[in-house]
């Protein structure tokens, strides 16, 4: 079993950045397997934002947030991060880490079988 922690979220002016991490512990992150952040704001559904494919680190980003949002990873730390720049209201969401033993449809939620608890980002405007 993998439990993650995600932390790092909170309220931020637009245009303002935070990062995210998500903390592995129980096991390592699968060689074989991927690791994604989702997010989710109030009545909408889940939206995939970046996923890494763990072995050979292909990165795949949501186009809401590409060439704002940076996927990275120590695995020293078994810990991946989430760095996001030039924030709008339109990323106020709670933020979800999940991972995947082995590979599968990098965007969609019901690929991945642990989840972390989510960290709330708040951009005001």
């Not at 637009?14 to 994604?36: D, E, H, P, Q």
Request: charge should be positive.
């Amino acid at each position: 079993q993998v439990q993650l922690v995600e932390s790092g979220g909170g309220l931020v002016q637009a245009g303002g950045s935070l990062r995210l991490s998500c903390a592995a512990s129980g096991r390592t992150f699968n060689k074989y397997g991927m690791v994604g952040w989702f997010r989710q704001a109030p009545g909408k559904e889940r939206e995939f934002v970046v996923g890494i494919y763990w072995s050979g680190g292909n990165t795949y980003y949501g186009d809401s947030v590409k060439g704002r949002f940076t996927i990275s990873r120590d695995n020293a730390k078994n810990t991946v991060y989430l760095q996001m720049e030039s924030l709008t209201p339109e990323d106020t969401a709670v933020y979800y880490c999940a991972t995947a033993s082995r590979i599968a449809i990098i965007r969609a939620p019901n690929s991945y079988n642990y989840w972390g608890q989510g960290t709330q980002v708040t951009v005001s405007s």
